[in-house]
């Protein structure tokens, strides 16, 4: 992607993130000891984190769909 920036945009102005960068520094502490969770007052939330694209070729409807189906607690997925 930077390479295709390239011929757009000065380099000076493009910062490359990799994919996990941080993999081995990254450590599971438990919920209850969890200070962004408390911050937020959301330490007592179900939560699930989306970690991947959306784009026209993702189907970002499945997601609002089973949001939407943890949220009323509907058994069945599909």
Do not use: C
């Not at 000065?10 to 911050?39: C, T």
């Not at 784009?55 to 089973?66: P, S």
């Amino acid at each position: 992607m930077k390479t295709v920036l390239l011929q757009y945009i000065d380099q000076s102005k493009i910062i490359v993130i990799h994919n996990w960068a941080g993999i081995n520094n990254i450590k599971q502490i438990p919920k209850e000891q969890n200070r962004f969770l408390a911050k937020l007052k959301i330490n007592n939330k179900f939560i699930i984190n989306y970690s991947g694209n959306i784009g026209q070729t993702h189907n970002v409807e499945i997601l609002i769909e089973v949001a939407f189906r943890l949220k009323t607690k509907k058994k069945s997925f599909f």
